[in-house]
């Protein structure tokens, strides 16, 4: 299966024509956070979003943990998907599939040991895809995503061999190890941020190479 490609932090819209110029079937569009690369203004990805020709998916990354602050976030913003990058702590995926009919759900899981496979597996029956990156939302600074690190790609082969939905895999991929990593997870899909950028720009050459390396057999 080849994998579908996602390109996050994107920053205008020259990024995301870019991105979808060169192959991307999904743009990231970064909220405010904690901590990390690439948060825009919710106008920003309003507007960003807007230019986006179907069927390419649009993220938006909320660092919002209720499905209430989440339904309002997205109605700022208006993309196809959201991507949940900390933990729901109130309200249920199910209300946010009642309130946003048609709106993809994909909730990430920061891969630190075995708990984090147990954590994908549960809520693999609830959303529409999970994400698995390489933050630590237990840090008194929370990393919800864009550390540019690798985790270890034997925990996220096993959410993938036993998740009921797609599985996304972003965490420190490169153009050097992007092929490594789908021949070892076999996810649906491949996310990268500062893999393919040069002082927070995105690069061509590397978005183009990365892209290259992630479809060649």
Request: glycine fraction near 8%; include cysteine.
């Amino acid at each position: 299966m080849v994998p579908r490609i996602k390109i996050c932090c994107i920053s205008n819209e020259d990024e995301a024509k870019t991105a979808i110029g060169y192959g991307a079937s999904a743009i990231g569009l970064v909220a405010r956070m904690p901590s990390g690369p690439g948060p825009i203004s919710d106008e920003l990805i309003r507007q960003i979003a807007k230019t986006v020709p179907p069927p390419i998916a649009t993220f938006l990354l909320t660092s919002e943990t209720s499905a209430e602050k989440i339904i309002e976030h997205h109605q700022r913003t208006n993309t196809n998907t959201i991507q949940i990058v900390d933990s729901l702590t109130s309200g249920t995926y199910g209300q946010l599939k009642e309130s946003l009919p048609g709106v993809k759900i994909i909730q990430v899981i920061h891969v630190i040991d075995e708990k984090s496979v147990d954590e994908a597996l549960a809520i693999s029956e609830m959303v529409d895809a999970i994400l698995l990156d390489s933050g630590n939302p237990k840090l008194k600074i929370k990393e919800l995503g864009g550390t540019g690190r690798v985790h270890n790609w034997k925990f996220s082969r096993q959410i993938r061999a036993q998740s009921k939905c797609p599985v996304f895999l972003a965490g420190g991929l490169t153009p050097d190890n992007v092929r490594q990593a789908i021949e070892e997870v076999q996810p649906f899909a491949v996310d990268v941020c500062s893999g393919v950028r040069t002082d927070g720009k995105l690069n061509r050459q590397k978005l183009e190479l990365f892209i290259i390396r992630a479809l060649e057999n």
